[in-house]
């Protein structure tokens, strides 16, 4: 059957997307296809993707650079006079002199390396919805007439809140979800919760009411005596705090995660670098022709040190925000959509038995 | 119903201020906005915004830097005559050996980086007040007539403890409470309380004497058998634990957390690179009219060197202490007000019921 | 008895390899080996192996390199003429300017630093099956008739969810098992399950279909009181939570671990490095008949600075994708034939007693 | 009443002294004075403090390298001949060389950071005695007879622990506690348990006799039925293990924290580094006389170069070893102290009911 | 009494030794005792110190590093003629220009940190046998006729677990337990549990058969109803579980720890810098016949660069590698007889009462 197994390929694949909460599917496979690949060929590929790429975070910048650079060039050949060409010289070889600023790269390597290692603690340590409800559903009797009600409810809340946190520092989920409207559209919401969550003059923040919402279904659970075990009730209580801590944790990423001041820093630094790149051309010191014609027309060199500059402040800038519009940012709108579709999933659980899935079990 | 939306949008930017723990309302949405804009463009906007920024920090050493610096030059212009004018110039090419000093900007950098790295953690461990209340109001039985006063206490004596925690390292929390009077006020602090606290020749610390009164009060519980499980007590004593361990690692982050000697060293390279750079100009090198102009007039390059050094520096400092009064400090006064809001959350979490909320239940 | 002892050490070293989830066990004893001499001597020995070593990483790129360079020897001895002897000479001067560019360093060192301290990260997280399994048999009542069949389901499961999770992250263990009916036969998966597996329209992903089956198992044993003690089902949820968040690490270690516009940097810039490096020849500098040769001929020094970079850089990318087919990546084959042992012996310890293996027991 | 609240200001800033593990209440105060200033005016403040501060640490090497500075000043100047004064202008250009070590540097810098980090670990984790003992009077019924002596004995036991770990890690409480007698003078060790302690022939050290001890104590209580729960044995266990973990790392720390070679390699080069930067200068390059005196007299910048070095090492080695007597130190006699008052705060809590506070309660 | 107390400060430092999992009694007293002293004299004694010292690491390096610096020097200046020495000064010349490599040193410098940073996490979460039998122990009912059977058995099997773990990653200890038959020896393993583990067929490794008798000693005692808790068993089991993790780590650890490349890469890098260092010497430049002699019978300036590099070396694989027969490593046999002792201590602790130790009690 190797069209179920082509199947199985795919759909292996993709759960990967829907699942593990990964961002864009087509991406990680590129990635995965380019690291598998024998890595001396295929270094080539890596280097002339576009998607996700560096090219797309830095080609405005390299535009600019190159043509401040070219515009130099010109007026030197073109639009001065001897005396103002030598005035030319001196001034850009004076700039030379401090092209080669360890200090800045210094500075700007710890910056990046901070974003990046924030970035990993936060991803590894992003909430996800479906421990949190599987928790309660497994704590749960079993055949409870009110059961399935009561999960979907408790899956439905933990969504919601997901939802309503992530809304708040990601533009992307912001602009699927504008208002409450659009969650209700989307099943996760009911009018009676909207009614609620739209109610006036409420001190406490909505993803909190949310949780709010959630704590007080398991007090119910325990006043109607619906858990396994007594202790179940302390586990799950437990599960929801560190939910909440998650949801907290997210927020403060995306706004106390690397100080404003830092960022303005870098931001000057690698700018002047390029300006002070773009005038330095260390013309006194070559008199031979080709070498002044590769310095003015091909500006090889120091476009890679600025390159460099360039590429490293948009991975650290790419860092510090990953809940952006970007493709080299967290996809957060597919992650939404796998959270939903876990929901059924989840509900089924309760409901589910291990004969209706194998009939030969001992 | 536009208005309804336009207030969700709202209240749920404003709920990261006082739920999340979070500094600064206005300054985060300023954050995500630029975050959320093309990279290109806005990156104006972030380099020119003032609060919370850079330039507020720095803006001072920069003055006194650049009028050093053009003292100077206006002494060897216009001051000196020929045979000092040589000795100026010998003297500045002097300094100028030593701009470029590699090694202290590693010192800084490391600095800086440790800085960094000890803020984040505080960040992820600051003690929150709502878990330890949520713990204990999620444990007890659910219809118990003093039940209401016992929560109401609970929570109110777990701010209590953490409002004296952060007043002993953060200044503007002492500016907003100067004494007891000024807590007891806020309604924090009840009559009573306020005497046991200021009753001399206590040899224990304030914060301590309320977390005894928390442990006191969970004895209280188990004596009258007010818990669900029993086993909820041991829960609770660890969760005070907890919330005490986090008290005091804020105390220790306040004073341990960088040696002193650290910050002294790191200061006085900062300024002896400052004044060495505004020293030096390596007049000799450069005959060019134009070049000894710039030199003397647009000190652009050396600002840039002194800028990367005196920024990095003051984003170190202000990590090291970020409970102080400025704008890029984490705003503890707001911080406070979120956690006496969620005192009243709290307290209605006991007595509500998820029927209150919703009326067609299962 | 030397023979058995002489067994002893094989079988020992052996060990590690099954079951330590170790990737290759010649390897680590040559490591181990080399480690446990004498420093000294033993150096040499490093330095000269060449499985998993830094030659096969690098080999075509220093060929490359070296082609290139001897190239422009040859243009430059053979091929030019006196005036554009001159041209060659300043331009590869112009290029020896740039050799020394400790930006490039400080952005690759980062780079890899970061790569590696994830993969240590990743490689102390790595979920085992052993753990999982072992918890839920020493939960279990001891005299139950369908013990074995439900240990043995469960065990199987865990090692068919860590199968299908690292097959789709790792291409060897794709080719090991590239269909349903390749796991089938090696006696993991029953035809029952794949039927179900291979159902189409399943939204979920197959890993979480295969917990999903745990978690029903651990329904089941609550409802048939299969357990020592009640609240030995809570840890079992917990141990399986735990197992898929392990897995899901799995995947965004292969798939978010460093951003994609990282890699190509790096890449980029060490590529530029090496043709610079190739292109620069200090010529003009000396005059020396001998140097001359040697840096014509001789272009040790040269290489080494390439050596550097293209060295860091290997090692770098080898620890951000180390789930590939290279000696130097994690032999996930081996790690999988030891998953699949350790289920017999799992199994056996479900119904094995002390008293089977010892005979005078108290 | 203006007193009352200045005398809470007074005990709230001593409390961190004695209840937060806090070494040094006055340096703490003037760190947190000095942080809450206005950043600018207040960093001359900062630089100019002598307590626990770098000069402190740094001034007996300072005099030394000034000394040898001037020394050699004074030979050239009057010294030497014609001949000789060429000779040593020579030699000391030769050495101006290698003033700019950046490798020597990046050593230092990755020694000290490491240092640093591990510091800050050891201070996050150092063993309390509080948390060990408060779970224990927690889970004690509340009307034992014998429960205040039990009590007395277990947090007596936790604190002797305490203090014979420290006491083998810290000279200065070893001068504090030459001996058994002075521990039990401190009302910390009764006569029997000295006896005890000091029985020849023992294998053990002794801070595991204290602990065995404390785990004995546990069994009585089990057997005495003493805990409110049975599961709080567990507990109890637990945190009687971590504790002694705690005193396990803080040995472990003192011993084993950076390897013995790595300061010998970090002293040999900043010593080298001083001899070498106080032999250099580059007197033919400078045929300025003002320069030259400069250079000879006022030796500004080499000195600020041997100051990075010697103050990144002070800084390093303090680090390292954490527990001596110097100004930067833990106060580890100060913390004892403060454990010790503890002890009678803990035995309170037992007998101490929340009526005994407050009389009004619920 | 001062013959006692003399006695109490020796047996305490040598508790360190036995207790808390230390390598060298004497290394660390010194260790401590300079740290101890007054930092400025006793720098001195750290660094004149052979034992456990860098030189120990780096002498035969330095040795051939020398002579191959002083054969090249007496090669320069005896067997040499005219045209000969022109051209060795200008090779020499040419080679040091690359002796200044950052790039180099900082590759290193990652490393090293690398290497250092592992080694300390290892260390601090080394599997202790204490702990694991401790709670076991804790765990039982009192007065079992089989209980002191039954609790030497359990320490004795996890004491031959961790021994049978170390042996197969730590030569020193394979010498001491060369076979089987050695540990018998030692008391470790009887002789029926030896023919078990050497009974041929088992695809099982041994450290995992033994914990497997651990598990299976566990079901035994919830069989036999042992426990003084029922919940004890899970806690028991999951002990058993993180010991076995702990083991795992220290395989993983000296195996995985580092990529062999890296190893290579700075191996072949360090090597190559010395050869360079040891060929360059800048003689053109200096005329000074003084100087000229400096540097070619006084090389401390090379070597002190060259020692920079195999000093950091050197400490970055000891850290790779620190289960050896240095000095410098982890002194396994040590640790492992404190382990061996640690036995006799558990089994008594089962039988002990706090009675027997105090006659007095409450």
Sequence with gaps: MPNSDQNFIDSNSSCRGSYYTMSSKKASIVMLAAADASRFGESINIVFRWKRSLYKMIWRHSLVFLVVYFSLTALYNFGLEKDNKKHFEALSAYFARYTRSFNWMIMLGFFTNTALHRLFTMQMTTPGTAKTATIFIMSLKQDLPEGPDIVDQYARWVVLAWILTFRSVCKPLRDKFPNLTAIQTSGILLEEEKRILQRGGYPTPRPLIVIEWLLLLLKECVKEDRYINKSSHNKNVEAVMTFKKGCSNIIKFSTQNIPYAVIQAVIIVVYCFGVVTA????????????????????????????FVFIAWLSVGRAAVNPFGNDDTDIDVRKLCEAHMQDLNWLTELYTKKLDDVFYNLP
């Design 279 to 306: 005038m330095a051309r260390n013309l006194p010191k070559f008199d031979n022709e080709i070498v002044r014609h590769v310095i003015g027309y091909f500006p090889v060199m120091p476009y890679i040190q600025f």
